[in-house]
């Protein structure tokens, strides 16, 4: 993978007039992988502030009530725990790579 500094002194090696195959070989990328960011301009910085929407339905907006009830009486209940209630009370709902967006939204809570 390109890191943002790596695109950052390509940039500059370019525009000091160094050419393509050596300013990648300086750099530690390939040159085909130098031409895509050469031509696609510059890449997205840290000034891009992150999205706060959900780019998919919430899996657990149907045991909502349930679980904040939950917490509501156990503050401190772990998502790995309530996860693990959730499958046994609605068994096939619930797949295991649905772990984390549990975690997500327990620590915004």
Do not use: C
């Not at 390509?10 to 085909?32: C, E, F, N, Q, W």
């Not at 000034?47 to 009530?65: I, L, Q, S």
């Not at 046994?88 to 709902?93: A, F, H, K, L």
């Amino acid at each position: 993978m390109v890191s943002d500094l790596q695109v950052r002194k390509l940039m500059k090696l370019l525009s000091s007039g160094l050419p393509l195959s050596r300013a990648a070989l300086t750099v530690g990328i390939d040159a085909k992988t130098a031409r895509k960011y050469r031509d696609a301009g510059p890449p997205p910085g840290p000034d891009r502030a992150p999205h706060r929407w959900r780019t998919r339905p919430d899996p657990f907006a149907a045991v909502w009530g349930e679980r904040r009830a939950m917490l509501e009486v156990n503050p401190g209940l772990q998502a790995q725990t309530l996860f693990v209630y959730l499958q046994r009370q609605y068994p096939g709902q619930f797949a295991p790579g649905q772990l984390r967006p549990l975690q997500r939204d327990r620590n915004e809570e």
